[in-house]
Structure formats: structure tokens, C-alpha cells
């Protein structure tokens, strides 16, 4: 919060020694220095005379035939002449600017992210009813929205899915939409959920779409992540080999960084059950979603794109959702090319090197310290001022050593490079830049205060 101190005149003023002005000569009808303005024998501006609201008298106070200290007086819209007041030469040295920055509560408030959280429900998740990495994670991820509250968005969705039923159960979806201050319903829901009583799938193709969707529709204003938090051995909710739907989640992860708004993929990669296409999948899912280069993984026998499209085409077909050859069709592959099928994702010849934030261990601790790491780094080092009764406002950037920010009580320089900073595209704008950001985005850092004096604010 932002604001600044009225400034005052000078110490007590007096009337003038001996004030004169007849046996009833007044100082005007409400205009004097003195409790009761008259101009009388002593005429003094008395010893406990204030400017207030209605201001002061004139620069002696005296009386006379007309002698006033002016109707209404003077000072400012709403400025004081300091502790004590006066009804001397006192004025206030920035009425009309500082007078509205007295009385306005303005702040630099941060772009804030949206960050949906998708989990995998799946029986590869569960040791038994009570036990599993599914509850591990549940704790570790409660705990970081909790400790983010009111700096990240965040949504959650719950995924699995039951083969082989009429109507179809696949994918079965449960999800609180993104929100501000969000954990109640987050914890609401995620509490309630549980083992699934039936052989469990993982369809992250048809869930994607809907995570997407819900981020789009979001009215937040900052960037927008999904975390996925996954083992990488995704389905088509059947038993069909399981570079088939990790090609599939690639691409998806792909369009959706490359859509409007860009949607970004932060990875937390689970332990996977003897699954040796988990790594490659998960750097892949990763690179996907950070915009980077994927390649083709050469695992499980499958060291070619076209032999990937004769292992996958029919796939899913008769799991009651998407196949691999609807979703083959909707990226707008070709069927053949050449001799050849394609894989439906993009792969090139390097890989990026995108994080994927695997924990140790499925220990709580363990999952809380790299779910906290991920989405850490998506606070925003960005800060708007906020407009005052819609009066807008803007830095002084010929002011700005009478500034200051702190994180943690720390100061950080002002610095273009290394510190903060004011936009040069916006002086309403304030930016946290290279090492200021990254302690920013610190796990645990979660507090900075800025320090803008009335002097280094303008309200336009």
C-alpha cells in the first residue's frame, strides 16, 4: 500500500501584536487566527489557533474596517498547516497533487497467473484405498495453493476414466474452474475423491481439450499453465501400447502453447511402473509445453514415425472416446506420406531442455518442494499501478531514488538489469528484472512492498 504524509507550514502563528480595528473591528466573518476571530483589545491569533479545514486567517490577522482573514482562508483542497496551524505564512508546498494522494489507497498489483492443476486418478496411482501417491500428492499439492493464495489462480481437475461402458465413462472429470483465492472449493473437492472401484485408466487425450477450454474461458489477465502432474503412461483408455497416446498428448501440449492465449505445460514427473518410455515422454511433455523441440522417442521397439502410424492407426477405436486416428485427422495429417505414415505430434532432430520437476520420492515433502518450484517460477514480475476511482496514475520516473522495493524486507536495487525497474513502455508499470525476479520466484518468498512517495507519483 502507497500513500504519504500531509505536509505543514510553519509553527503557531499570531495576529499581529496589538490588532486594531475600533471596539469591534473583527477579523472578517469567519477568517481569523484566533478561536473566536475578533480583533479586540489584544488581538492575537491565540495560542491554540489551527488552519483545519477552513484554513487560516490573513498573513498578520489584523482587523480593521475590512481586515479579514479571507471568507473561507486558504491551504489546499484539504491539507493542514501542520500539528499546530497557524494563521501566518504557512502554506502547504503541494495542494492539489499531494491533497488527493492523502487520501488515495493505490498499489502495484501483480499480473497474476492462472495455473490449472490436472491429476491423474488413474490405478497406477493407488497402493491400496488408503495409501498411494495419490494421497501424497494431494497433501503436498493443497498445501503450496494454500500457501499462494491471493498471488496464483488456480483450477483442478481430477481424471480417470472406465473402459468397456454404456453409456461411455471415458473420461470421467472432475474439476473446480480457476478462481482467485480458490482453495476451500479446491480442497472441497479433491478431499472427497478417492480409489476408484473399477480397473482404472489415464485418457489425458480427451482430458486435455477440457483443460484447455477451461483456461481459455478463464477471466484472468496473467499467463495461464497446466500442471500436469503425471506418470506419463497416458491411455486411450484401453491397453494399446503407450507411445500411442504419449504421441497424442505431445501434440495436444504443442497446440496448446502454440494457441491464443498461450497455454504453457509445467510437468511433475511421477514414478512410472517399469514403463522405459516414461523419461522420454515426460522430456517431451515438458519441451511441448515450453515451446521447445521434441524428438521422436526410439523406445519399445518403435524407431520411426511411419512405424508409430501402423502401430496406432485403430487405436482407441473400441475404448468408447477419441482414437488416435480421430486425432490424427484433426491435427490435419496427411495419411501418407510418401510411403510412409507420420506420427501426429512435431518432432525435430535436438530436444529442448524444458524442466521436468521430478520429486525423489513420493514423499510429501518431497512432491510439496518440486510443486512448489514449478509453480513459483510463474509468478509474475510484472506490477501494474492500479487506477483511483478511475482517475489514472502514473510514476514520476524523474523521482524514482525517492523509491523502494523489498522482498522479504531485503531492498532490492533499482536496477534494469538485476533489480526493478519502471517500464519504458508504461510508467504505470513496474518491473522486477533478472536476479530481482528470480528472488521473486523464490519458494517461500512471498512478500514484497513497494515504497512510492506522493512526491514520485502523478494522478492524471
Same mark, same amino acid.
Request: hydrophobic share 35%; with cysteine.
Given at each position: 500500500?502507497l ?30 487566527? /484566533? ?6 483589545? !489584544?488581538g @492575537?491569533?491565540?495560542s ?9 486567517g490573513g ?18 483542497? @484539504? ?10 505564512s504557512?502554506?502547504?508546498? #503541494?495542494?492539489?497533487? #499531494? ?15 492462472? *495455473? ?5 486418478q488413474?490405478?497406477s496411482?493407488?497402493?491400496n ?7 501424497? =500428492? ?13 498471488? %496464483? ?14 453409456? @461411455? ?9 480457476p478462481? =482467485? ?22 485418457p ?11 483456461l481459455? /474461458? ?5 499467463a495461464?499453465?497446466? =500442471?500436469?502432474?503425471?506418470? /506419463?503412461?497416458? #491411455? ?16 495436444l =501440449? ?11 505445460t &509445467?510437468?511433475?514427473? &511421477? ?15 515438458a ?6 523441440? %521434441? *524428438? ?17 492407426t ?19 495429417? /496427411? !495419411? ?8 501426429i505430434?512435431?518432432?525435430?532432430? @535436438? ?5 521436468v ?9 518431497? &512432491? ?19 487506477? *483511483? ?49 528470480t ?7 512471498? #512478500?514484497?512492498?513497494?515504497?512510492f512517495?506522493?512526491? !514520485?507519483?502523478?494522478?492524471?
Open positions: 500500500m500513500g504519504c504524509a500531509g505536509k505543514g507550514g510553519g509553527s503557531p502563528g499570531a495576529g499581529g501584536s496589538k490588532g486594531s480595528g475600533g471596539t469591534t473591528a473583527s477579523g472578517g466573518a469567519t477568517g481569523s487566527g /484566533s478561536a473566536t476571530g475578533s480583533g479586540g483589545a !489584544t @492575537s491569533g491565540g491554540s489557533a489551527t488552519g483545519g479545514a477552513t484554513g487560516s498573513t498578520t490577522g489584523s482587523g480593521g474596517a475590512t481586515g479579514s482573514g479571507g471568507t473561507t482562508g486558504s491551504g489546499g483542497a @484539504s491539507a493542514t498547516g501542520g500539528a499546530t496551524g497557524s494563521g501566518g504557512s502554506s502547504v508546498s #503541494d495542494a492539489g497533487t #499531494d491533497a488527493v494522494c492523502q487520501t488515495a489507497n493505490y498499489t502495484f498489483a501483480p499480473k497474476i497467473p492462472t *495455473v490449472f492443476v490436472v491429476v491423474d488413474s490405478g496411482e493407488f497402493t484405498a488408503t495409501t498411494g501417491t495419490f494421497f501424497s =500428492l494431494r497433501t503436498a499439492v493443497l498445501s503450496v495453493i494454500n500457501s499462494l493464495q491471493g498471488q %496464483v489462480r488456480f483450477g483442478l481437475g481430477v481424471f480417470t476414466g472406465q473402459a468397456g461402458q454404456t453409456p @461411455s465413462k471415458c473420461p470421467i472429470w472432475t474439476t473446480v474452474s478462481a =482467485l483465492n480458490n482453495y476451500t472449493a479446491i480442497n472441497t473437492l479433491y478431499a472427497a475423491q478417492g480409489q476408484p472401484q473399477f480397473k482404472a485408466e489415464t489425458a487425450v480427451q482430458i486435455l481439450p477440457l483443460v484447455q477450454q477451461a481459455m /474461458s478463464d477471466t484472468g489477465t496473467g495461464k499453465y497446466i =500442471l500436469f502432474a503425471t506418470d /506419463s503412461e497416458t #491411455d486411450f483408455c484401453d491397453d494399446s501400447t503407450a507411445d500411442c497416446a504419449a504421441d497424442g498428448v505431445t501434440y =501440449l504443442q497446440a496448446m502453447y502454440s494457441s491464443t492465449p498461450s497455454i504453457g &509445467l510437468v511433475i514427473g &511421477l514414478p512410472a511402473q517399469g514403463d522405459n518410455l516414461a523419461p522420454a515422454a515426460l522430456q517431451n511433455f519441451n511441448a509445453g515450453a515451446g521447445q523441440p %521434441v *524428438v521422436f522417442p526410439t523406445v519399445n521397439g518403435i524407431q520411426t514415425q511411419s512405424q508409430l502410424y501402423y502401430t496406432c485403430g487405436v482407441g477405436k473400441n475404448a468408447g472416446m477419441d482414437s488416435w486416428d480421430n486425432l490424427y485427422a484433426a491435427a490435419g495429417k /496427411s !495419411t501418407m506420406t510418401g510411403n510412409s505414415g507420420v506420427a505430434a512435431t518432432y525435430g532432430t @535436438s530436444a529442448g531442455t524444458a524442466k520437476y521430478s520429486p525423489a520420492s513420493t514423499s510429501e515433502t518431497d &512432491l510439496e518442494n518440486q510443486i512448489s518450484s514449478a509453480i513459483s517460477g510463474v509468478k509474475s514480475c510484472t506490477f501494474d499501478l492500479s487506477d *483511483v476511482g478511475g482517475k489514472s496514475i502514473k510514476v514520476d520516473t524523474t523521482m524514482l531514488a525517492k523509491a523502494s522495493v523489498k522482498i522479504e524486507g531485503n531492498t532490492i536495487p533499482q536496477n534494469a538489469t538485476n533489480g526493478w525497474s519502471i517500464s519504458a513502455t508504461s510508467s504505470s508499470e513496474l518491473l522486477l528484472n533478472g536476479s530481482a525476479c528472488t521473486w520466484q523464490t519458494p517461500n518468498n512471498n #512478500d514484497i512492498a513497494f515504497a512517495p506522493c512526491s !514520485t507519483i502523478i494522478f492524471e
